[in-house]
């Protein structure tokens, strides 16, 4: 699904490239290397959100390679970062999960708190689903903020899709309910279901997520099919947690990680991998519907370091 264009992935990590990746070379070039180097490049990668767990890993593989000689100049440690840093993810299935044969629809339930552009990147899976030749229908099953359904609305009339709603402060589960019978009874291919903004911390709306997920399934097998968490690339450790959490009690199956474009920081995307094993499926690399990517780890450490 979605074919990278790795222009536009690199220009959606200008401000990482230009940041994150411009200061290391600064901090690197031209320099023999040496524990004091060593030792501010470990800070340097902290600060920018890499994740003190693959931090530490890198370091002592910097450490060891210089121990043996085999890495003495500040340039050769910007390729050695290169080159480890596409080798720590593992091979996963980073595509969305289809429904079993012959059962329509595809099922993906949006979960996330409140801020972290969840509406917007519902509106940019939509828009990817569409060039695909894929029917959509939307459920607006945040029934708690009369803002969220409108929102929803907007992207909906420019997407040319419809959107079943409910009553304000109604059971987002029957909203769910009937969003599944539409869907079915309409032959859609792809049913999004956008969920209340939720911490972790509230059972109450844990519960209500839950309650979701049981109702569609009766509606549809195996559903939902794929149920993806929005994390805020831009809110650094926050984002960590939230995947740590919704990992824990959601049921989580991919993570879609959006604002990327909004942040010198896209060193996020490591410490989110060593922090949950939720792959990365999809990331928000601009502010349109079309500003979405397919989550490659290679094309992706190729658009940091590009330049």
Known sequence: MLK???????????????????????????RRLDEALIKDLERRLIESDVGVKATRRLMDGIREDHRKGELTRG?????????????????????LRPPPPGVKPQVILVTGINGVGKT????????????????????????????????????AERLGVAVVKGQQGGDPAAVAFDACSAAKSRGVDVLILDTAGRLHTQDPLMRQLEKIRKVTEKQV????????????????????????????SAGVTGIFLSKLD???????????????????KFIGVGETPADIEPFDPERFIEAMFEG
């Open 4 to 30: 990278s264009v790795f222009s536009s992935l690199k220009r959606g990590l200008t401000k990482t490239r230009t940041v994150f990746v411009g200061g290391l070379r600064s901090l690197l070039l031209g």
């Open 75 to 95: 340039e050769d440690v910007l390729e050695f970062l290169k080159r480890e840093l596409k080798a720590m993810w593992p091979p996963q299935d980073r595509e």
């Open 120 to 155: 917007t990147s519902i509106a940019k899976l939509c828009h990817a689903l569409r060039q695909e030749g894929r029917s959509v229908l939307l459920g607006a099953c945040d029934t708690f903020r009369a803002g969220a359904v409108r929102q929803l609305e907007i992207w």
């Open 221 to 248: 097998p195996d559903a939902p099919h794929e149920t993806l968490l929005v994390l805020d690339a831009t809110s650094g450790q926050n984002a960590l947690r939230q995947a740590e959490e919704f990992h824990k």
């Open 262 to 280: 909004g942040t010198a920081k896209g060193g996020i995307v490591i410490a989110i991998k060593d922090a949950s094993d939720i792959p990365v």
